[in-house]
């Protein structure tokens, strides 16, 4: 899945806190992806040190989609997103007049991984994958051996990442064959750490 950052980037607010006498600190919201978070967060950090106060960064975390609604609302400067913009999102920048260019900064991976003191899902299929997370398996597949009669009879307890998450989109796309086809049934998060632990 491609990762890009959406918007004028760092290179406009060096532009924009360069220009002129000395003014106000620049403010620059950047707000998206939390899968490209950690980068952002990092070159952030460093910019504001190299830039001594004259710019303030900050960084948020509300999804793709999410991002992309308020870059195209005109309330961030920058889009993080782990996926390519929607022509629903594409449409909503042109109506508010939000010109932006596309950067692709990284790649990356999905996992899916079972809890440490599950020792009988070793090896899952997208078949098994699906099973688990189609939409008519809400309030229906609950335990892991209505997955694979191989499986115990234990709960099945499910973690994903949020609706707004370019993530979530690929993900249901691959599993379920159609981007946020996904049962609700489950804990979601933008915060990759509340999944994980």
């Given at each position: 899945?491609?990762?890009?950052?959406?918007?004028?980037?760092?290179?406009?607010?060096?532009?924009?806190?360069?220009?002129?006498?000395?003014?106000?600190?620049?403010?620059?919201?950047?707000?998206?992806?939390?899968?490209?978070?950690?980068?952002?967060?990092?070159?952030?950090?460093?910019?504001?040190?190299?830039?001594?106060?004259?710019?303030?960064?900050?960084?948020?975390?509300?999804?793709?989609?999410?991002?992309f609604k308020k870059f195209c609302r005109g309330e961030?400067?920058?889009?993080?997103?782990?996926?390519?913009?929607?022509?629903?999102e594409l449409r909503a920048c042109a109506e508010s007049?939000?010109?932006?260019?596309?950067?692709?900064?990284?790649?990356?991976?999905?996992?899916?991984?079972?809890?440490?003191?599950?020792?009988?899902?070793?090896?899952?299929?997208?078949?098994?994958?699906?099973?688990?997370?189609?939409?008519?398996?809400?309030?229906?597949?609950?335990?892991?051996?209505?997955?694979?009669?191989?499986?115990?009879?234990?709960?099945?307890k499910l973690f994903g990442a949020g609706a707004d998450?370019?993530?979530?989109?690929?993900?249901?796309?691959?599993?379920?064959?159609?981007?946020?086809?996904?049962?609700?049934?489950?804990?979601?998060?933008?915060?990759?750490?509340?999944?994980?632990?």
């Amino acid at each position: 899945m491609n990762s890009r950052i959406c918007g004028f980037l760092f290179a406009s607010v060096v532009l924009l806190a360069g220009c002129g006498e000395r003014q106000e600190r620049v403010l620059v919201s950047i707000d998206g992806s939390s899968t490209v978070y950690p980068v952002t967060e990092a070159v952030a950090e460093e910019f504001m040190a190299t830039r001594r106060g004259e710019v303030q960064v900050t960084v948020g975390v509300s999804g793709t989609g999410g991002g992309f609604k308020k870059f195209c609302r005109g309330e961030t400067a920058i889009s993080n997103a782990s996926r390519p913009i929607l022509d629903e999102e594409l449409r909503a920048c042109a109506e508010s007049g939000v010109e932006f260019i596309e950067l692709p900064v990284a790649f990356d991976a999905l996992t899916v991984v079972v809890h440490p003191e599950n020792t009988w899902a070793e090896e899952l299929t997208v078949a098994h994958l699906r099973t688990m997370w189609a939409p008519e398996s809400q309030g229906v597949v609950g335990n892991w051996n209505q997955i694979d009669p191989a499986f115990p009879d234990a709960p099945l307890k499910l973690f994903g990442a949020g609706a707004d998450s370019g993530t979530f989109d690929y993900f249901t796309e691959a599993v379920n064959g159609k981007s946020k086809s996904s049962r609700g049934d489950f804990t979601a998060s933008e915060d990759d750490n509340v999944l994980v632990t």
